[in-house]
């Protein structure tokens, strides 16, 4: 496994073990050339996911990239690591499972909501607003670099009609 800090190949595992559900093994790995530590995972795939996105482009699907946004939407809220990786592992399976190896970006949005609804209230209307002003302009793809951009205020709660707080031009 290439190391991530000094692209070395000689990185070393020093630990081995399950995740706490039991999908996926967590190998520690140091590097040996810089000294860099990071954590790899194995998980079962049952089959290639491509994602089409609104265009018609299809592009691999990234399980990291879906569990960033919905670690954004989750940001300071009180749910274990543990349910996310669960909740995550959940949307995987049930695309996997669903028959088909290419998945509408909007399914996974669709995924994701009602994962979140379970989860947690907040996340869930976070994730879901956002998800539904964007949906009839942009793809999923396009949102999930809106949550995972550095302008933080998109999980804001809109401003209030007639609040100044975000006005300059008057
Ligand atoms: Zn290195």
């Known amino acids: ?12 595992v020093k630990d081995s073990r399950p995740s706490d559900d039991h999908s ?13 530590r990071f954590t790899t995972f194995e998980r079962v795939q ?10 018609g ?3 691999p699907f ?3 990239k879906l569990q960033r946004s919905v670690e954004v939407a989750l940001r300071k809220r009180p749910v274990d690591a543990e349910r996310i990786e669960r909740m995550v592992n959940g949307i995987v ?12 970006s909007a399914s996974i949005g ?26 009839e302009a942009r793809d999923f793809e396009e949102l999930i670099d809106e949550l995972t951009g550095e302008d933080g205020e998109v999980l804001s709660p809109p401003a209030k009609p007639g609040s100044a707080a975000s006005r300059s031009d008057k």
Request: aromatic share 6%; glycine share 6%.
């Open 24 to 36: 996926a093994i967590r190998r520690r790995r140091v590097c040996p050339d810089c000294g860099g």
């Open 57 to 59: 482009r299809r592009i």
């Open 62 to 64: 990234d399980r990291d």
């Open 1 to 12: 496994m290439r190391c991530p800090y000094c692209s070395s190949l000689d990185s070393q």
């Open 110 to 135: 669709a995924l994701v909501m009602e994962g979140l609804k379970a989860l947690d209230d907040v996340a869930y209307v976070r994730f879901a607003s956002v998800y539904r002003n964007f949906r």
């Open 93 to 104: 399976r049930q695309l996997e499972s669903a028959g088909e190896g290419d998945v509408p």
């Open 46 to 55: 049952l089959r290639e996911l491509m994602v089409v996105k609104r265009s």
